[in-house]
Every structure is written in structure tokens, then in C-alpha cells.
């Protein structure tokens, strides 16, 4: 069952063997925007054959480095999976509510997929509601996707230190893709009821999806790619589009060159005549009046028309790049949309492949880091802030003690320098006045001498005053500054205390989640397993041991036990269904009732009624109630 996301940034991501595209995009309704993308070389021997990840801590830090260079915020992740091991079975079933869809493909998954259903993870996609014999039905196309291909992405994921919003299938996100812009793929002058092949290339397969009239008619996977060396096949174009990063173009010799290209031409003439034989099934199926089937290669193929040429060219299949809407620039819209399409379309309604186990601890690390983030930065900022107000105010103090002292001390010296040069002054006035006899203004001399050395006295005062609030002030400088480093103190007493409780919480943290993970477990396997996981068991042990005559009209199945309605050909045979269910291991009778004769004898039939010759033309119907045994089911829970 398909997820939709609102609007909401993600980080969407593929990678193969030979290169990995990220993109970030903003997702709306039924549309996608692209904020940033590029492309990385994929290291060698990342990607298994079967697309499963081989992920290390250097690879992580590598797609981590990048993402930060690049400026990509958000850690929500899309992956799109490429992979030969993922099982797709197109399926008809009733028209039933969509809730149950999911409920009726894990009851019959082992007649849809030969395998070992408890390894993989199920779920489906409706295709379209047809009619059959009068009867409305809907096609589904169920898929099976190994559960340890999902844990490997959700290994690097941990490592990376990302949550995980979906996983899908590039099968699956081709598909919505298209659904948003059917034009992509399709031309003004092509003819009604065309059918369009998308092939999206990878280094180990490939995935083909045949489209008409704007429904799937065919999904295969061929498990031939382009093959392992993508940045020699890059290598032979002459233009490479957008970025990949680690990818530096090297001068090849010429008979280097002519090698690589014989050797990409056998590799796609290879491919073609797999494709070839899925083209000619198609047909077969549909009719060979359908008419011609167009090609669009999607993916990292787009890099490499030196092979993509080939290809179609060996299939006789005229080829476009798809053309897409997401970015600004026309030039490169459409090579752009299809490089970057299986991650696109993978936002829009993945498949549901979320381990709510692993899920649970992903957000745990991611929740932990933006706290320690959070925490950081705060924590800078209060260290700077405080250091700082304490260098601002020590600043301000001094020069506020500085610049007072140095004002009053240059006033009062000042206006001392003046009173010695009137005085002096006054000296001479009074010995050229005593020169001459003026014994009067000699006097008045006197007086205004004396007065002024009265001034000069309460100046001095002033300044000694000056003096000693100088002094004070310094004092206070001096506790100001005893504060400071107390205040640091306490900072680092702080911080000493902070470390100590977060340690304690982390410990804390832990447990919790682990305690929490444990109780999800066991409520998951309670949930699973139910009673009704015996009804398999009890249905193969039925055919074993019953006659061929023995007929069941009609079953009902409960937590506990089976009600079931039987039809036999003598009462003989009802004493032998009797003896033999009560032999049964998987379950025992609690009820026996309704016997009847349908022909041949009276309506009702007792117990004690069963022994007689044998009719012929007589049916004998009854019904038995039946419940598990404990026994069987205790084996089936250990």
C-alpha cells in the first residue's frame, strides 16, 4: 500500500555500483520541485550484484561530506532500491476495500512468490479496476522485497546519521513518475494506443516497464546492465551532464578506447536480445496488431548514449530522452528529469517498506543529534556572549576611571599654572607700584595676593578630594575584576555539571529505548502470531489423512478453532471422519451436530443410527466444531 507525503523537504537517494544521485526536493501535492542535486562516483564494491549495501563508515562520511559542500539541509531520506532479488506478480483479485488488499496477498503470498515469504517484505500497488465474466475485480501488482536489502539501507542511513522517510522500488517509482507527467514519454506525432518501453539502466540490471494508454501492461527486471566500469564508459562521451563528484576525466589511448567501446557494444547487444524475448512475450499477450513500441531510457543510462545508442539500435526501437518539468532551465530539462527520475518519482507514492523496528532507533540517533546540535550552539553562543559582557564591562570601567582621573588632573594643574602667573604678575605690578611711592596700591596688591593664595588653597582641597574618590574607584575596579573571575568560575563549575548530568541522561536514554524496542518486539510477535497460523497446518494434515470421498461443503475459521460442515457417502464413513479427526495434532472435536441423510433414508440421523448396510445413493451430512490443541499450538509459538 503506496505512501503520500505533504509538502515537506526530502533528501532522495539512489545508488549504484556506478554512480549515486542525491537530490533534495521539495514535495508538493502531486508535484515536485528540485532545490539541489548532483551525482557521486560510487566507490568500487559498494553495491552487491543483488543491489544489496555494503555500508561502511568512509562511505557514509563521503555522502555526508558532500551533502553539507552542496548545502542540503534536511535529514529525511528517500532511497530508491535497484534490485534483481525483488519479486513483482501482477494479480487479480475482488473488488474489496483497499485496507484489505495487503491482509488477502500475505494469506496467499506463498502461491504468488516460490519463496521463503518470512525473508521479504510485501506490499502492492493497484494498477486499475477491470471487469471479468460481469464481475468487477482490481489488478494489483504485488511485490516481494528481501528484508535484508531493506536493513542494508538501513545501515547507512544510521551511519549517516538520517531518518528514513520511505524505501521504494525504481519498478514502483518509474510508475509515479510517469502517472504525474504522462507527456514525458510520448510524442504529438505518435499514433493511438502506442506502447512506450522505459527502460531504467543500472550497473547490474535493468528495469523495463511497458506502458499503453496510460497503464502498466508489463513489469520485468533482466539482470544485464551497462556493467562495472561506469566512469570508462563516461569517459567516451564528450559531454557529461550536471556534476559528479570524484569523477575526473582521464585521456584514453585510441586503441584503449576502441576496446571499451567493442566491449559496451557486446554488453548492450546482449541486453537487446534479453529484451527482445520480453518484447515478444508482450505481444503475445496483447496482440501483435498493437502497433510500435517507442523507447525511454531513464536513470544513469542517460551518461552513456555510446551504450544506450547501441542498444535500441540492436532493438530496431526509435529512443527519446523523457522530458520533464522540474527544472528551470530548458537546455538541460529533459536530460536533467531523466537522470534524476527514479529518485523523483520515489517521493511521490512509494511503497510502504518502513521496519518500524529499525525506523524506531533511526529517529532515536537523528532526534539525539539535532539535541547535541542544539545544545553546541548554544552553548557557544552563551561561552562568547558571557566572555564578551565581561570583557565589555571591564573595557568600559577602566576607561571611565582612566579618563576621569586624567580630566580633573589636568583641570586642577591648569588653573594652578594660572594663579603662579597672576601671582607673579602681581609681584611686579606691586615692586614697580613701590618703585614709585604708591603705597595704596600696594596695599590693594596685597589683599588680592592674599585672596587669591586663599583660592589656590581650596583647589588643592578639591584635588585631594578628587584624589581619594579616585582611589575609592580603583578599589571598586579591583572587586569588579575578583567578580569576574568568579563568575568564570561558576562557569566552569557549570559546565563540569552539565557534562556529569548529560552523561547520566544518555545512560538513561538508552535504556529507555532499549526497554521500549523490546516491549515493540514482543507486542509484534503477539500480534503476528495468532491462532489462525495453524489453519495451514490443520488443512495439509486433512488431505493426508481423509478419504476421497470426504467433501467439505462449507468451513468457518475462528482465534480458536474451525467450524466445519462435511459431506460423506455412508454413515459408515462418518464413523471413520469422526475416529480420524480425533486423531488429528492440530486440532480436537468439541461439537458434533446436524446429521442428516440427503437420500436414501430418514431426514434425521442418530449416532447410534450409523450402523447399517450401505446405501448407494445416500449422502450424510453433519457438522463438527473443532479447536486447536494446545499441544500443536504451544509448538507453533516456541
Known sequence: MSQSFRSKHLLAIQIDNGVTQIAELHVHAKSISVIQSFSLLTPSGMVESDGTLLATESFASLLREQINAHGIKTDRGVFCVNSDRIISREILLPNIKRAQILTMINTNAQDYFPVDVSDYKLDYSVQEQVVENGVKMLRVLARAVPKALISSYYALAKMMEIGIAAIDISGNSVLQAVGVNPMMISEQFDPEGSTYMVANLYSNGTQLTFIKDGTVRLQRTV??????????????NSQQVGEICGYEPVLQD??????????????ASELAMAINRIIEYYYSTEGYGNGRIYGTVVGAGILLPTFTDKLF???????????????????????????????????LSPLNLIDKAQDMTLENICAKRRWLERVSFVKRNAILLAGASIFVICLLISAFLAGSVLIENTSIKQRIEDYQQKIEVFAEVAEVKHAKGDAESIRDLLIAYKEKLNQLEQDRAVYEEILAENKELAEIYEVLQQECIQLENDFNSAQADYTYMYAIYDDFSKSIWTWYEEIMYTLDE????????????????LEKKMPTTFTVTAIAVTDQGINMGIEVTSKQQVVYVLQTLREFETVEIQAISGLTIV????????EEEIEGDPNPTQRVRFTVALKYTEAFRDQRNQ
Do not use: W
Open 223 to 236: 539482470s544485464l546492465g551497462f556493467g562495472e566500469d561506469f566512469d570508462q564508459l563516461l569517459s567516451l
Open 313 to 347: 539500435d540492436d532493438l530496431d526501437m526509435q529512443h527519446r530522452i523523457p522530458r520533464g518539468n522540474v527544472t528551470e532551465s530548458e537546455d538541460e530539462m529533459s536530460v536533467e528529469y531523466g537522470l534524476y527520475l527514479p529518485c523523483l518519482g520515489a517521493c
Open 526 to 541: 503477539e500480534y503476528m502470531n495468532t491462532n489462525n497460523d495453524n489453519l495451514v497446518a490443520f488443512i495439509e494434515e
Open 254 to 267: 585510441p586503441v584503449v578506447k576502441q576496446e571499451i567501446i567493442a566491449s559496451a557494444h557486446q554488453r
Open 599 to 606: 437420500n436414501g433414508g430418514p431426514s434425521d440421523l442418530f
